[in-house]
C-alpha cells in the first residue's frame, strides 16, 4: 500500500508561485514513475506532468510547459511540482500520483496505481 500526501496550495495572484510537494509511503519510492494531474470544477482531470524513477524524462502538458517543473528526491520520498508565473486558469485540485513497477512514463490516468487527496491551487485575476 501507497500513501501519498500533497501539501503547498494555496491562494496567489496571477504571475506568482506555488511549491506542490507530496510525501509518499513506501520503501521502494525510487522505484516509482510519480505524476501530477489537476482538475478544475466542471472540467476532467488533465494531466500536468510527470517523472521517471530516475528524474531522466520529464513530460509536461503544453499549457504548463516551460512554467512549472517536476522533480523528485527520492532520499526524502517526495515529488515536487514548482509552479511559476501562475494563471488563473491553472486553478485546479491538484494530485499526485504513483505508478509502480519497471514501467515507463505515461500521461494516462489510469495507468497510476495510487493517488493522493489533492490540494487546491486558486489562482487570483
Known amino acids: 500500500q501507497v500513501q501519498l500526501v500533497e501539501s503547498g496550495g494555496g491562494l496567489v495572484q496571477a504571475g506568482g508561485s506555488l511549491r506542490l510537494s507530496c510525501a509518499a509511503s513506501?520503501?521502494?519510492?525510487?522505484?516509482?514513475?510519480m505524476g501530477w494531474f489537476r482538475q478544475a470544477p466542471g472540467k476532467e482531470r488533465e494531466f500536468v506532468a510527470a517523472?521517471?524513477?530516475?528524474?531522466?524524462?520529464?513530460p509536461y502538458a503544453d499549457s504548463v510547459k516551460g512554467r512549472f517543473t517536476i522533480s523528485r528526491d527520492n532520499a526524502k520520498n517526495t515529488v515536487y511540482l514548482q509552479m511559476n508565473s501562475l494563471k488563473p486558469e491553472d486553478t485546479a485540485l491538484y494530485y499526485c500520483a504513483a505508478r509502480l513497477g519497471p514501467l515507463g512514463v505515461t500521461e494516462k490516468d489510469y495507468a497510476y496505481d495510487y493517488w493522493g487527496q489533492g490540494t487546491q491551487v486558486t489562482v487570483s485575476s
Open positions: 513506501g520503501r521502494t519510492f525510487s522505484s516509482y514513475t
Open positions: 517523472i521517471r524513477w530516475s528524474g531522466a524524462f520529464t
